[in-house]
């Protein structure tokens, strides 16, 4: 059965470094991978998503992971963040054969100035 | 940009009554979706919903929950009689075809179980 694990529950960071947020998967088939973030008292909205193709994927604010499928792992980066980044950063899978996405338990990114 | 939106934002109710949570997806999404998310858990895969019938569902999905899709536009979940377990984050989400497309999903309705 699939399975997501995001090791790091807490990442308390300062403004303006570099930060990763780890994610792994466990899955006998191919998956899509997705990145969601939810900002308090809002619902999740997608950051990035590899579906096929380059390994790098990247968001419109600066976020970008790298698929590896040797290491079976979706990893989130960020060369300088900002204090509106501080959310909950949830990493998710789906295999191709089925629709519902497995989360995993989601990391806290916190940003201080 | 288009969103999903739920409704209510919070909905209190007494253990053993029935609750409807409902859900506008977005207008040409074809498949639709519940998760829940328990106080300080994981988002977790409730049910998708294709074509007026229920593609796929997960273990927590049992007789006491339902989905209908009772108009053009409202999706709803029904919890039959609920349970103080049953507390939590429900979101709604939808998707314009199936896994390689994205969900995108609501703010939720939290529901408290008294």
């Known amino acids: 059965a699939q399975s997501v694990t995001q090791l790091d529950s807490q990442v308390p960071v300062f403004e303006e470094a570099p930060v990763e947020l780890r994610c792994n998967y466990s899955s006998s088939v191919s998956v899509y991978l997705f990145w969601y973030v939810q900002y308090p008292n809002q619902g999740l909205q997608l950051l990035l998503k590899y579906l096929s193709g380059s390994t790098l994927v990247e968001s419109i604010n600066g976020f970008e992971a790298e698929f590896n499928k040797s290491q079976t792992s979706f990893h989130l980066r960020k060369p300088s963040v900002h204090i509106s980044d501080t959310a909950e950063y949830f990493c998710?899978?789906?295999?191709?054969?089925?629709?519902?996405?497995?989360f995993g338990t989601g990391t806290r990114l916190q940003v201080f100035p | 940009e288009p969103e999903v939106t739920q409704t209510p934002s919070h909905q209190v109710t007494q253990m053993g009554q029935e609750v409807i949570l409902r859900c506008v997806p977005i207008?040409?999404?074809?498949?639709f979706y519940w998760y829940r998310q328990i106080l300080g858990q994981k988002v977790e895969f409730l049910v998708s919903f294709y074509n007026n019938e229920i593609s796929e569902k997960s273990e927590i999905f049992d007789d006491q929950f339902s989905v209908e899709r009772p108009d053009g536009s409202n999706f709803t979940l029904k919890i039959r009689s609920t349970k103080l377990e049953d507390s939590a984050m429900y979101f709604c989400?939808?998707?314009?075809?199936?896994?390689?497309?994205?969900?995108?999903f609501g703010d939720g309705t939290r529901l408290s179980i008294l």
């Open positions: 998710a899978v789906s295999e191709v054969d089925t629709d519902k996405l497995i």
């Open positions: 207008s040409n999404h074809l498949y």
């Open positions: 989400a939808s998707s314009e075809s199936d896994s390689n497309q994205p969900q995108h």
